[in-house]
């Protein structure tokens, strides 16, 4: 068993991408934040059986035990360019109020969260400047950037915004992003992944699994509805998880299908 380094809050958890890559780093997760039951199951399939502090905004940082880092995808929904964008007012985008009060009871060494890259944007960037005042005003010396995840090594492409957060007290004034690989360097080949059912447009990604033998993902007219969602994600399960077992990827792959699907996520005719 890998020796663990530091201990960290998985907060709007999601099914855990914060997790594998900290948990990769040699961190201990000591519990997670996440109300939507299909993602809570996803997460504890591929990551085991981890306490679920529930909502954020009525989480009492005192009752915790003690972290290191808060890890927090918070949600997108009122920044991204597809939705309203109505920010703050959203009770969605006022995630980053509990977040901050969690941070400024706790206090942990650091913070890593990530959005969508509209955040920048929305209104004209004050919310991006009020969001990063509100969490100096907690105690932290922040850094942000947006990164793209198919120059490390991850099988699409995927532009977010990261903000990551020191205490004052460690007096770090300087960190650096990690930077980009060359896509030629990227273990694996180039793959035309067709998802046409989902979103009406081919997507080039890079998938690290040698299965793939035409290299092209490509949906059977004869599967609808969930069967349809659940071939696609089984796919791309495999193509980012390549070592999980048979079994856990036809479990996960038929929750996530299933909320694609009340999502309003259809075939097109």
């Given amino acids: 068993m890998t020796e663990k380094k530091f201990k960290f809050i998985d907060l709007c958890a999601g099914v855990g991408a914060a997790h594998y890559a900290f948990n990769l780093l040699g961190g201990e997760c000591i519990g997670l934040s996440e109300i939507d039951p299909l993602a809570e199951r996803t997460y504890r399939y591929l990551h085991g059986d981890y306490q679920n502090y529930g909502d954020l905004m009525e989480i009492e940082a005192s009752r915790l035990p003690a972290f290191d880092g808060l890890l927090a995808g918070f949600p997108c929904q009122s920044f991204s360019v597809v939705g309203k964008r109505e920010g703050l007012i959203d009770p969605r985008g006022r995630v980053i109020y509990g977040i901050t009060n969690i941070l400024k009871q706790a206090k942990p060494k650091f913070f890593l ?3 969508v890259k509209g955040l920048l944007s929305i209104d004209s960037g004050r919310t991006f400047n009020f969001i990063i005042e509100l969490l100096s005003s907690a105690g932290y010396k922040t850094f942000s950037k947006v990164l793209n ?41 180039r793959y035309k992944f067709q998802r046409t059912s989902l979103v009406g447009n081919d997507c080039w990604g890079y998938c690290t699994d040698p299965s793939f033998s035409n290299g092209i993902i490509k949906v059977h007219s004869q599967l609808t509805g969930d069967q349809e969602l659940e071939f696609i994600i089984h796919e791309m399960i495999h193509a980012c998880f390549w070592d999980l077992d048979e079994s856990v990827v036809r479990e996960v ?16 005719s």
């Fill in 149 to 189: 995840s198919m120059y490390y090594g991850v099988p699409h492409s995927r532009e977010r915004i990261y903000v990551v957060g020191f205490r004052n007290n460690l007096y770090i004034q300087e960190f650096d992003f990690p930077k980009p690989s060359p896509i030629k360097n990227i273990r694996g080949k």
């Fill in 113 to 115: 969260l990530e959005n």
């Fill in 253 to 268: 792959g038929h929750d996530l299908s299933k909320a694609l699907w009340r999502m309003g996520y259809r075939r097109e």
